[in-house]
């Protein structure tokens, strides 16, 4: 048995290249998803009940990202927060998108999100979705809903041959990275996983090499804007997000105060399935309008591009050079030896 080596975001360093870039506001943050599916920024909000409901949905499409709503709640109550979202914005319906299951009930939610409320971006979201299950919902929403030019996202996967699976039944775009997220405890209770940065690796390196046309949105292990740069120069298209603007005005938990400090809560998916142990309950700082938080991951992106010499995020993914990095060069990477002031 050969034991593969893996490699998280943390692992690796971007070799800085000649740059003739004079200012990083030069540098462009667009993405083509295709199917009319165009971001002004390579960010996705997670479709977590603690992330992403009306309110966040329409503050990240408004800034050019994509944002995906949770799928804990009714299909009825979905397809509200849908239409509440994109009120008085028309527009915000190629940014916002929904999320179904793979259960009975979730061909029926089809038709009353994307029949009834018009959604044009369905993301299939399941732990694992290299499996027949997932499989199946692809391609019945690729089949059925194919003169809507539904854009529809699959996942979570980490190989290659997942994604090979999932784009032959129709998927656009594949959500990549499984146990990755901050509380997510999938890899401690199951014992499998890959780190995200090398699935994010591979499966752009199939990609190129079968000259598929699949879209890779990156999920889990993004703790910076430094990591969004590694993982778009490792293949990402975009990437998503959901620790980082945790805790923002527009995520659906109410703040409470312990000790004098404003919390608000940050849940794993899985804690809110019963017979599920894949996620944990958790308590963020409180950290204000998520424009602020994104704005500023912005700044760093277009930072990171301008030490590449590219004037486009997507083109981060053209020859990058990597090196891998030990433990006290992570350390070394780090504010260290100072006590820092916030």
């Not at 165009?38 to 996705?44: E, H, K, T």
């Not at 990240?60 to 709503?69: F, V």
């Not at 879209?215 to 990591?227: N, R």
């Not at 760093?300 to 995020?313: A, E, T």
């Amino acid at each position: 048995m050969e034991i593969k080596s893996s490699l998280t975001v943390d692992d690796v360093l971007l070799i800085p290249k000649y740059s003739e870039i004079e200012s990083r506001k030069d540098v462009g943050l667009s993405v083509d998803f295709g199917k009319g599916i165009s971001l002004n920024i390579p960010i996705v909000s997670a479709n977590m009940k603690s992330i992403t409901e009306h309110k966040m949905a329409k503050q990240i499409a408004l800034l050019g990202g994509l944002a995906i709503l949770h799928r804990f709640c009714s299909a009825e109550e979905q397809g509200e927060q849908f239409a509440l979202a994109t009120q008085g914005f028309p527009q915000l319906i190629d940014r916002i998108g929904v999320s179904v299951g793979v259960k009975d009930k979730d061909y029926d939610a089809l038709d009353i999100l994307i029949g009834k409320y018009g959604a044009k971006i369905v993301c299939v979201d399941v732990a694992h979705a290299h499996g027949e299950l997932a499989g199946m919902m692809t391609r019945y929403i690729a089949d059925h809903y194919k003169e809507k030019g539904v854009f529809i996202i699959s996942g979570n996967i980490s190989t290659p041959e997942a994604a090979e699976y999932l784009e032959r039944m129709g998927a656009d775009a594949v959500k990549v990275g499984i146990g990755g997220g901050s509380i997510c405890t999938t890899r401690v209770e199951t014992g499998n996983g890959v780190p995200t940065f090398s699935s994010v690796l591979s499966i752009n390196e199939w990609r190129n090499k079968t000259k598929s046309k699949l879209k890779i949105i990156s999920d889990g292990s993004c703790k910076s804007a430094g990591d969004v740069v590694k993982l778009c120069a490792a293949g990402a298209d975009a990437v998503m997000i959901g620790n980082l603007i945790s805790g923002t005005d527009e995520t659906p938990t109410e703040a409470i105060t312990v000790n004098g400090v404003r919390y608000k809560e940050y849940n794993g998916s899985s804690t809110f399935k019963t017979n599920h142990i894949e996620g944990v309950k958790s308590l963020v700082c409180t950290k204000g309008p998520v424009s602020e938080v994104i704005n500023k991951l912005c700044d760093g992106i277009r930072s990171g591009c301008s030490y590449q010499g590219v004037l486009k995020v997507s083109d981060l993914k053209n020859n990058p050079e990597f090196i891998k990095i030990t433990n006290s060069g992570l350390i070394e990477s780090r504010p260290h030896d100072v006590m820092v002031i916030k």
